[in-house]
């Protein structure tokens, strides 16, 4: 397990899961005195493993190995979005068993989230495109290249769980946290738009709700 830092404040590895029956999205972030640092992102194609009950094993697999290489402490997982297709929707509801068995095999505590509840820890919009999702994971967890879809959706993953558990209460704190309030500064910087039915444009705000989730620390100061 991952050493505890100054401060007694506990360092924590999330394994973030985007289940996919074809693509499987995996990521590590770590987090260690209101810092996240990307240990490892990816998206793993499952087409090699054969048919669709080879994929599953190939899930399995790939999630037991990621979790015996970067020896996470807890694991987050998307919850099923239900597709129109019901056929698409049972293959993913499959796929994402295979996930939770590996974890669950491994004894790690995990926690689901619905995509929408996601998109708006990280972003600000539950509305939120694939694209946006990329950019603020890219920002938020200081990698060099905008990731892929399914690796940014598993890091997001991760971020919202430990927005949503206050791994970030003390972002906003004392002066050890500087990092991470300016990846928050930064981030408020980046403002998207998106369409409302019935009230038309308006500008929303992507640190908002991290604010708010990370116990809105700085209120209290």
Request: proline share 3%; glycine share 10%.
């Amino acid at each position: 397990m991952p050493d505890s830092l100054a401060g007694n404040r506990p360092t924590r590895r999330v394994l973030g899961i985007d289940p996919g029956s074809r693509v499987l999205g995996l990521a590590v972030i770590e987090f260690a005195d209101g810092r996240a640092r990307c240990l490892g992102l990816s998206s793993h194609s499952l087409q090699s493993h054969g048919d669709f009950a080879a994929r599953m094993g190939g899930v399995f697999d790939v999630v037991s190995e990621w979790i015996e290489t970067h020896e996470p402490t807890e694991c987050a997982i998307e919850q099923i979005f239900m597709y129109r297709s019901e056929s698409s929707s049972l293959k993913l509801a499959q796929a994402r068993g295979a996930a939770l068995a590996a974890v669950v095999r491994h004894g790690l505590p995990v926690e689901e989230y619905m995509p929408a509840t996601v998109k708006q820890a990280v972003v600000g919009s539950g509305r939120a495109d694939k694209t946006q999702v990329a950019h603020m994971i890219q920002r938020l967890a200081g990698l060099d290249e905008l990731p892929s879809a399914d690796g940014a959706d598993a890091a997001a993953v991760a971020l919202c769980h430990c927005y949503r558990s206050n791994a970030f209460s003390a972002v906003a704190g004392s002066g050890a946290n500087s990092e991470a309030r300016e990846i928050l500064r930064e981030a408020s910087q980046r403002r998207y738009r998106r369409r409302s039915d019935s009230r038309g444009w308006r500008d929303m705000d992507a640190a908002t709700l991290m604010a708010r989730a990370a116990g809105k620390a700085g209120g209290r100061k």
